[in-house]
């Protein structure tokens, strides 16, 4: 029999994994709807000022976006937990470091880029001017990657617990804080017309550190988890 | 300094004392609740085993 | 030394030992932490630019300190505990978090209180005082999951996990004086040159204190976790008829 190659079983996951998600299309456009009430509420609590909201839409875009991917993170083993395919996939034979990379990189398609997708037309709602455009996607981009790849430690940690989504947050927050804070402060300067180079650099490095050790975490929390 | 001067602390007394209260009240804190978990841990022992004996 | 070290991990044997040696850490820290504190308040002359304001540097930086030693240690522990599968070790991190946690709050709230009438505010987003905020959500966050599951060694391991994923925090907080100049002012305990030795020994004695004061509190502790987690009755039952 022949065995399966490791690019080869990745992309088996990958699409696998997509092809379930847009079955459930709920899935998929839940966190963006999320995404854009929460928005919305800002301009609505705070004030509709433009000069106002463009100083406050770096972290109203970023903590919306978080709070939204954060939502849809519950669901990345939870079907495959409650139904075995988690146990075979577990015990496959494949590296588990490498599944937890594809998963997670599946959650980040499904999930995390339609939020940046929807980002700019948030960020014009937000007063946000158009040279801060690119850096909104950008840090979105990274932001959303980051989130996927930390948060399946945490989902990994927390399967089958009873009311886990409130112990997932609680446990995936404090470690996506350092990314919310070069996030939002890249998008910040650009809206005030600096470079963002800095802190979208530090954070593309946090995003492939997340992308490089995360998967091994996942793999000894799902180890945990199913033992 | 006398005893008023040193409960003044030079006028940040307000904050100071608070800080040097609550560390203290803290650590004392952390005795009695260590203390109390070995307690409760050896009652719930205690009660289990009785329990067994009674069981067998 | 395997031998000792055996014995050492075994519950009868460890609980006895922990119970003999806890007064040897308890009346030492007392005495440091109470020298300490003679120290700080009375005989260490006051700052010349902050005055007597600047004496609650005297417990907040050993309990800062101790935030991250004993996540250190409990991150160790975890590690130590998830490889070779002791659960002594995993019993050192679960007792270690509760302490670790109340001295992460001592170093966030004396901060604050120093912070006010130093520099004007009770708190400041800079690199030091948001990464020791996140250490104590990541004391709380490992508190919450140990305690949502049931079974003891799923527990163990799963905290274990979430522990070292934590540690990256450690460096960050250590060196975010170093990287970035912000409000919360240089490392001075470490800093050599930073502070004279007639300023700095009371600040010394506390954090020895502190740190005999974790010893004792953590052995208490530990006895309660190892007879939490000890099925065989034959020499509980001895021990608690004593």
Redo the contacts between chains.
């Keep these: 029999m022949r065995q399966t190659g490791l690019v080869a079983a990745g992309a088996l996951l990958y699409s696998r994994d997509l092809k379930l998600a847009f079955r459930r299309w709920e899935q998929v456009t839940q966190p963006v709807v999320f995404f854009l009430m929460v928005t919305t509420l800002f301009p609505l609590a705070l004030s509709p000022d433009t000069a106002q909201l463009r100083q406050v839409a770096a972290g109203i875009l970023w903590v919306a976006a978080l709070l939204s991917a954060l939502l849809a993170l519950e669901f990345l083993f939870r079907s495959d937990y409650e139904d075995g395919t988690l146990e075979q996939l577990v015990l496959s034979g494949q590296p588990l470091w490498w599944l937890s990379l594809v998963k997670a990189a599946a959650h980040w398609t499904v999930s995390g880029l339609p939020l940046v997708v929807t980002s700019p037309l948030v960020a014009v709602s937000l007063a946000v001017p158009s040279q801060a455009q690119w850096t909104v996607i950008i840090s979105l981009l990274l932001g959303t990657g980051i989130l996927s790849f930390l948060g399946a430690?945490g989902a990994g940690?927390?399967l089958g617990?009873?009311?886990?989504s409130v112990?997932l947050s609680?446990?995936v927050?404090?470690?996506t804080?350092?990314a919310l804070?070069f996030g939002a402060r890249a998008v910040d300067m650009a809206i005030m017309g600096d470079s963002p180079k800095g802190p979208l650099l530090l954070l593309g490095a946090m995003f492939l550190l997340s992308m490089s050790l995360g998967p091994f975490?996942t793999a000894?929390?799902l180890k945990?988890?199913m033992? | 300094m006398n005893l008023s001067d040193?409960f003044y602390?030079?006028?940040?007394a307000a904050?100071?004392w608070?800080?040097?209260v609550?560390?203290l009240s803290?650590?004392v804190?952390?005795?009695w609740?260590?203390?109390r978990?070995?307690q409760?841990?050896?009652r719930?022992?205690?009660r289990r085993?009785q329990m067994?004996e009674t069981r067998s | 030394m395997w031998k000792w070290f055996h014995m050492l991990a075994s519950p009868p044997h460890f609980y006895r030992i922990a119970g003999i040696t806890i007064p040897w850490f308890a009346w030492p820290a007392l005495v440091l932490?109470l020298f300490g504190?003679w120290g700080g308040?009375?005989k260490a002359p006051?700052d010349y630019q902050q005055?007597?304001?600047f004496?609650?540097f005297y417990?907040?930086v050993p309990?800062a300190i101790m935030s991250m030693f004993i996540y250190s240690t409990m991150a160790i522990a975890a590690g130590i505990g998830?490889i070779w599968r002791m659960k002594l070790a995993h019993a050192v991190a679960a007792a270690s978090a509760?302490?670790g946690a109340?001295?992460t709050?001592?170093a966030l709230?004396?901060g604050s209180?120093?912070g006010?009438?130093m520099w004007g505010t009770w708190w400041v987003w800079d690199a030091r005082l948001?990464?020791e905020l996140?250490l104590l959500?990541?004391y709380?966050?490992y508190i919450?999951?140990r305690s949502?599951?049931d079974d003891p060694?799923?527990a163990d391991?799963?905290s274990?996990?979430?522990a070292?994923?934590?540690v990256i925090?450690l460096p960050?907080i250590h060196y975010s004086v170093v990287w970035w100049n912000s409000l919360h002012q240089g490392s001075t305990m470490f800093n050599p040159g930073a502070m004279s030795i007639e300023m700095k020994w009371p600040a010394l004695a506390m954090l020895f204190g502190f740190m005999l004061?974790y010893g004792?509190?953590l052995f208490?502790?530990l006895?309660?976790?190892v007879?939490?987690r000890?099925r065989n009755?034959a020499w509980?039952?001895e021990e608690?008829a004593r």
């Design positions: 430690i940690l927390t617990i009873r009311r886990g112990l609680l446990l927050l404090p470690l804080m350092p804070i975490a000894a929390s945990v988890s033992e | 040193f602390m030079g006028g940040y904050f100071l608070p800080a040097y609550l560390v803290v650590l804190y952390n005795i609740a260590a203390r978990a070995h409760e841990a050896r719930a022992a205690a085993l067994e | 932490i504190l308040l009375v006051m005055g007597e304001g004496r609650i417990v907040h309990s998830l509760p302490i109340w001295f709050f001592c709230a004396t209180l120093w006010k009438p948001t990464s996140i959500f990541l709380l966050g919450a999951l949502s599951i060694q799923r391991r799963a274990a996990v979430l070292l994923v934590g925090n960050i004061y004792a509190v208490v502790r006895r309660a976790e007879i939490r000890e009755a509980l039952r608690l």
